[in-house]
Nanobody, 118 residues
């Protein structure tokens, strides 16, 4: 079956950078929306960056100016460049895509851990 495969997570010190990647594979004819979410244990999942098809990306206030979402629609891939990482950014990051196979549907990655600590 189709899936979203994430990579790029890891541990960094405050001020460091990471670049997350997420690639969809399967019988995909078109990708509409792409996004990144994150979740801390015991808290609700929150949107970090949302790229609606045909419109500018919207970022959470907490990451504006530090994170940048980019997408390569030909490769069905979404990236999240994270700069000046802070301990509050520590979370499991999930990618999301709204795409079309035989129907329009939502796909989620399995998550990748990002840890920011001294």
């Amino acid at each position: 079956q189709g899936q979203l495969v994430e990579s790029g997570g890891g541990s960094v010190q405050p001020g460091g950078s990471l670049r997350l990647s997420c690639t969809a594979s399967g019988s995909i004819s078109r990708v509409y929306h792409m996004a990144w979410y994150r979740q801390v244990p015991g808290k609700q999942r929150e949107v970090v960056a949302f790229s609606p098809e045909g419109y500018n990306t919207n970022y959470a206030d907490s990451v504006k100016g530090r994170f940048t979402l980019s997408r390569d629609d030909h490769k069905n891939t979404v990236y999240l460049q994270m700069n000046n990482l802070q301990p509050a950014d520590t979370a499991v990051y999930f990618c999301y895509m709204n795409l079309v196979t035989y129907r329009r549907e939502d796909w989620w990655g399995q998550g990748t851990q990002v840890t920011v600590s001294s």
